[in-house]
């Protein structure tokens, strides 16, 4: 399965853009949270800080804010409510079984809303690639038909050339 970390999409989803604070926190939240970050400066070496950064750049400007007009700095990354999502959605790589598996989690946390809030800001972070399937391993199962088709025709081609050979060999 391929797949893509999209926090910008998810946060966007959850906030509007009029409230630029909350989504800065959400936006670089969500990026710790799968890079298992415990700092800022974690999120900042990553390949997830400049989706955060452009993110929060065109929040700005939807705002008609510049970049030197109103500056936001980077939220401090808060461990209080735990992040189930990111390692279930590795560990299972479904979507939705890891959502569902991380609100059944968060009922033993001593914030289960929250934590539930943070499951599905997550889990919309998770972008699957449409069309595509890593089932070649599987193909012959799924239709072995076309696999003995193909086998035997390849086989039957290749003797007649190793026949074809010989004779061109030993006729000379």
Known sequence: MSFSIN??????KRFSSCDINALNNCVYDTAAAFLNATSIDEVDKSSLAQNAKDCIDLS??????????F???????F?????????????????????????DMCSNTPYPNECKERCQ??????????????????QSKKDPFAFYLGFTLFAIFFIFIIVLFIKIIFIK
Not at 60 to 69: F, H, P, T, V
Not at 79 to 103: G, H, I, S, W
Not at 121 to 138: P, R
Request: glycine share 4%; net charge positive.
């Open 7 to 12: 926090p910008c999409k998810a946060c966007n």
């Open 60 to 69: 700005k400007s939807a705002l008609g804010r510049s970049q030197c007009a």
């Open 71 to 77: 500056r936001l700095s980077e939220p401090p990354i």
């Open 79 to 103: 461990q209080q409510v735990p992040n189930y999502f990111p390692d279930l959605f590795y560990k299972t790589r479904n979507k939705e079984r890891a959502l569902k598996m991380c609100e």
């Open 121 to 138: 800001t997550q889990a919309d972070a998770v972008v699957l690639k449409e069309g595509y399937k890593n089932d070649y391993k599987h």
